[in-house]
């Protein structure tokens, strides 16, 4: 079992930064996937950015739509992932979530709660 706990979240402006934090305990573990995701009203989830586990290095992606403003993160040592919001718009106005898939004989996805980001005009 993981937990995901994720913080940071609240009102800001257009333009204005943010970074939002997920803490994971439980069965914890330097090398799995994780990602952040965000479900904006009315609209389905979607992924944000992800930082998959490599031998030779993290590979690192993000959604178009974030791109050049976000950053994601993680410190192993801490089993914390972050993300770095820049230049933040209304229109990422969302819950974001907190996601980390455990690799096994069956694939355990697990989520954290949700934190909330209002970006205002």
């Known amino acids: 079992q993981v937990r995901l706990v994720e913080s940071g979240g609240g009102l800001v402006q257009a333009e204005d930064s943010l970074r939002l934090t997920c803490v994971a305990s439980?069965?914890?573990?330097?090398?799995?996937?994780m990602a952040w995701y965000r479900q904006a009203p009315g609209k389905e989830r979607e992924i944000v950015a992800s930082?998959?586990?490599?031998?030779?290095?993290?590979?690192?992606s993000y959604a178009d739509s974030v791109k050049g403003r976000f950053t994601i993160s993680r410190d192993s040592a801490k089993h914390t992932m972050y993300l770095q919001m820049s230049r933040l718009k209304p229109e990422d106005t969302a819950i974001y979530y907190c996601?980390?898939?455990?690799?096994?004989?069956?694939?355990?996805?697990?989520w954290g709660k949700g934190t909330l980001v209002t970006v205002s005009s």
């Open positions: 439980g069965r914890r573990a330097s090398n799995y996937d």
């Open positions: 930082i998959r586990f490599s031998f030779r290095g993290d590979i690192i």
């Open positions: 996601n980390v898939v455990v690799p096994g004989p069956v694939e355990s996805i697990y």
